[in-house]
Each structure stands twice: as C-alpha cells, then as structure tokens.
C-alpha cells in the first residue's frame, strides 16, 4: 500500500525566498511521485513526476524535486517564491506509471508575503 | 485540444436525493479517474474506469457507483445524499498509453447537500 506524507499544512514565505515543501511516502513497490498544484477553484496541475529516471525532476514554472530513496523524500523547491505561486500543493504516489489511482497527501498551502 | 470537462460546475441537492455528474476526458483518453476533495478528508480515490470497465476502486459505500461509455465519456452516481457529500469532485483522465503518463484533471463539481 502506498501513502503520503506532506510535513505542515501551511507555509508562509517571503516574495523572492527559497520555498520548500516536503513530503515522504511509503511504498510498499518501487513509487511514482507527482507534485500538484491547485488554485482557488480549480483542478489539479501538475507541476512534475518522478518516474524512476532522473532522480533530479525539474517541473513547470521554476520547481523541482529530489526524490531521495534512503529518506523516502520527494520535497518540491523552488529557489526564489513569487507571488503567483501562493496555492495548495499536493505531493502523490501511485504504484504503476499511468497514474490512473493516486494516493495524495494532505496537502499544503503556499502563502507569499510581499 | 480540449481539457477535461467536468458538468456541471456546481450543484446543490437536498439529503437523500441522488445525483449525477459527468466528465468527458480528452479526446484518445481512455482512462477516467474519480475523486472526492473535502476540507477534512483531502484528496481520496473514488474509482477508475477503463474501456467501460471499473478497473480500481476506492473505500466508498455502495452509493457512489460510476460508469464508462464507448466514447470514454463518464458518470459517477451518488444516491440517498447525505450532508457529509458536500464535496468537490474531480475527475481525471489518462491516456493508459505506452510509456510515462499523466493524469489531466477537470475543475470539478462542486456539490453542496443541504
């Protein structure tokens, strides 16, 4: 069974900061990891997949993640916040490729102080 | 190429009535993934579809049932409403191609049980 873990349900970070939100998952088979991004009213977007490749993901608008085997991490960064980044954020593991049955975690809300 | 269209947007029905809500996924899509977001309980997996065929299932009673028709188009199905239904539903479709895939999520409906 596979589940998800994000550390903190709110974020607070300066306009031009680092912003790092975390996030582990257990796995009981070899994961697939996914960043979500959801504004107001809105669906999910996603922002990037680990896939068993690189284990360096670059996504969309600047983020990143790192998956990290040994930590069972997938924490998302981006090195300098911007203010249209404010949103929910929502870490996702599924156990096949197609991401047909996600298991996300609780999610996590970006605010950006100016 | 068209998004995923969830219908409608929003919906208000009475406890204990039914309801139905529907997603057409992208077009060559075949897959189509259902899942219920609230405030308490976060992002939770209602079911999948394949080929007209449900191929996962999520930890919902019985009264959430779905189906998949020959253009991958899909419903999902909640009768004998209760206020704990109150949700944003979402669905999302993959291709179920070869290789990496996506899963491309709609706007959601948005039920309200009053």
């Known amino acids: 069974a596979q589940s998800v873990t994000q550390l903190g349900s709110h974020v607070s970070v300066s306009e031009g900061a680092l912003v790092l939100l975390r996030c582990n998952y257990s796995?009981?088979?070899?994961?697939?990891l996914f960043w979500y991004v959801q504004y107001p009213n809105q669906g999910l977007q996603l922002l990037l997949k680990?896939?068993?490749?690189?284990?360096l993901v670059k996504g969309i608008n600047g983020f990143e993640a790192e998956f990290k085997k040994s930590e069972t991490s997938f924490h998302l960064t981006k090195p300098s916040a911007h203010m249209s980044d404010a949103a929910e954020y929502f870490c996702?593991?599924?156990?096949?490729?197609?991401?047909?049955?996600?298991?996300f975690g609780q999610g996590t809300r970006l605010t950006i102080n100016p | 190429k068209a998004g995923v269209t969830q219908t409608p947007r929003y919906l208000i029905k009475t406890r204990g009535q039914q309801v139905t809500l529907s997603c057409s996924p992208i077009?060559?899509?075949?897959?189509v993934s259902w899942y219920q977001q609230t405030p308490g309980q976060g992002l939770q997996f209602l079911f999948e579809?394949?080929?007209?065929?449900?191929?996962n299932k999520g930890n919902f009673p019985g009264r959430f049932s779905g189906r998949q028709f020959s253009n991958s188009r899909s419903e999902m199905n909640v009768s004998t409403l209760e206020l704990g239904d109150s949700a944003l539903y979402l669905c999302?479709?993959?291709?179920?191609?070869?290789?990496?895939?996506?899963?491309?999520f709609g706007q959601g409906t948005r039920l309200t049980v009053v």
């Open positions: 796995s009981s088979v070899p994961p697939y």
């Open positions: 999302a479709s993959t291709s179920d191609g070869e290789g990496n895939t996506e899963a491309f």
């Open positions: 579809y394949f080929s007209e065929t449900q191929r």
């Open positions: 680990y896939t068993s490749a690189a284990t």
């Open positions: 996702a593991v599924s156990a096949n490729w197609g991401a047909q049955k996600l298991v």
């Open positions: 077009s060559g899509h075949r897959s």
